[in-house]
T-cell receptor
Framework: GEDVEQSLFLSVREGDSSVINCTYT??????LYWYKQEPGAGLQLLTY?????DMKQDQRLTVLLNKKDKHLSLRIADTQTGDSAIYFC?????????????FGRGTSLIVHP | ETGVTQTPRHLVMGMTNKKSLKCEQH?????MYWYKQSAKKPLELMFV???????ENNSVPSRFSPECPNSSHLFLHLHTLQPEDSALYLC???????????????FGPGTRLLVL
């Protein structure tokens, strides 16, 4: 199976909270990331969390990490239509001295009025 | 200009053409990467350069040839491509290799390539 897994789609109503989930397999993961990709654009780093933390908040974004279950989530409060995008989870772990991230397939967030 | 830029943004080429993709980073980083993003597939790492030296090549066909003349510029030279090479090619940079925070990646907008 894949190292980083995400559900492919999430649909929410404008103003509601969105929760995008991610699971990973490598217990030695050190940093975990959330990237956002809007149509026709590259990946934009949204936030990251170090593995010794269990929560990080940044304005409307809240990242929760459950290291025991290897589960990462991104909560977007008061979701807006501009939040519609693909969200990628990624993790890094030491492998041969490299920390190049492993990415999930991305979750398409659709925000409807 | 700031961040990571890529040119051209869109490219259509025939299978016998030769073209090049260009990436430039204005972040003072020392590592640069090429990724391929195809529909319904995970992001594929193609090449990694650190201080202009190639450190990783993930079994990429020889019709893709990277070049890194300095730490700010990265090229991907393309020749005799196949239709299945049509994809979004993303460039990224990071501060350095060897530490988790140093390998936090910043991406360009990508080049959308169509091979006919």
């Amino acid at each position: 199976g894949e190292d980083v897994e995400q559900s492919l789609f999430l649909s929410v109503r404008e103003g509601d909270s969105s929760v995008i989930n991610c699971t990973y397999t490598d217990s030695s993961s050190t940093y975990l990331y959330w990237y956002k990709q809007e149509p026709g654009a590259g990946l934009q780093l949204l936030t990251y969390i170090f593995s010794n933390m269990d929560m990080k908040q940044d304005q409307r974004l809240t990242v929760l990490l459950n290291k025991k279950d290897k589960h990462l989530s991104l909560r977007i409060a008061d979701t807006q239509t501009g939040d519609s995008a693909i969200y990628f989870c990624a993790e890094t772990s030491p492998g041969g001295g490299s920390y190049i991230p492993t990415f999930g397939r991305g979750t398409s967030l659709i925000v409807h009025p | 200009e700031t961040g990571v830029t890529q040119t051209p943004r869109h490219l259509v080429m025939g299978m016998t053409n030769k073209k090049s993709l260009k990436c430039e980073q204005h972040l003072g980083h020392n590592a640069m990467y090429w990724y391929k993003q195809s529909a319904k597939k995970p992001l594929e790492l193609m090449f990694v350069y650190s201080l202009e030296e190639r450190v990783e090549n993930n079994s990429v066909p020889s019709r893709f040839s990277p070049e890194c003349p300095n730490s700010s510029h990265l090229f991907l030279h393309l020749h005799t491509l196949q239709p299945e090479d049509s994809a979004l090619y993303l460039c990224a940079s990071s501060q350095s290799l060897g530490t988790p925070i140093g390998e936090t990646q910043y991406f360009g907008p990508g080049t959308r390539l169509l091979v006919l």
